[in-house]
C-alpha cells in the first residue's frame, strides 16, 4: 500500500509564496510519475502540474503557468510545487499523486492516470 503525505500548505497574502511536498511511502519513489491537483470548494478537481519518472517532462496547468514550479529530489523520495505569485483564486485543496509502472518519460494531467492520492493541504491565499 502506497501512502502519500504532502505537506507545506497554510494561509499566505496575495503575491506571497508556499512550497509543497509530496513523500510517498512504500516502493521507491523514482518508480512514480507524479502529479498535482487542486480542488476548490464547489468545483472539480483540476490539474495544476506533473512531472515524469526521470524529471525530463513537465506539465502544467494554464492558470499556474510561469508562477508554479515542479520538481523532485529522487534522493529524497520527495516532489515539490514551488508556487509564486499566489493569487486568492489559487486557494484550494492541493492533491499530490503518483503514477506507477509507467515508463520514465510518462507524464499526465489526467486525474484519472493516478493510482495513489495523498489526503490533500489546504492553502488559502487571501486579498
Known amino acids: 500500500q502506497v501512502q502519500l503525505v504532502e505537506s507545506g500548505g497554510g494561509l499566505v497574502q496575495a503575491g506571497g509564496s508556499l512550497r509543497l511536498s509530496c513523500a510517498p511511502s512504500?516502493?521507491?519513489?523514482?518508480?512514480?510519475?507524479m502529479g498535482w491537483f487542486r480542488q476548490a470548494p464547489g468545483k472539480e478537481r483540476e490539474f495544476v502540474a506533473a512531472?515524469?519518472?526521470?524529471?525530463?517532462?513537465?506539465r502544467y496547468g494554464n492558470s499556474v503557468l510561469g508562477r508554479f514550479t515542479i520538481s523532485r529530489d529522487n534522493a529524497k523520495n520527495t516532489v515539490y510545487l514551488q508556487m509564486n505569485s499566489l493569487k486568492p483564486e489559487d486557494t484550494a485543496v492541493y492533491y499530490c499523486?503518483?503514477?506507477?509502472?509507467?515508463?520514465?518519460?510518462?507524464?499526465?494531467?489526467?486525474?484519472?492516470?493516478?493510482?495513489?492520492w495523498g489526503q490533500g493541504t489546504q492553502v488559502t491565499v487571501s486579498s
Open positions: 499523486a503518483a503514477a506507477s509502472g509507467r515508463n520514465p518519460s510518462y507524464v499526465s494531467t489526467n486525474l484519472d492516470d493516478y493510482d495513489y
Open positions: 512504500g516502493r521507491t519513489f523514482s518508480t512514480y510519475a
Open positions: 512531472n515524469s519518472r526521470n524529471a525530463y517532462s513537465t
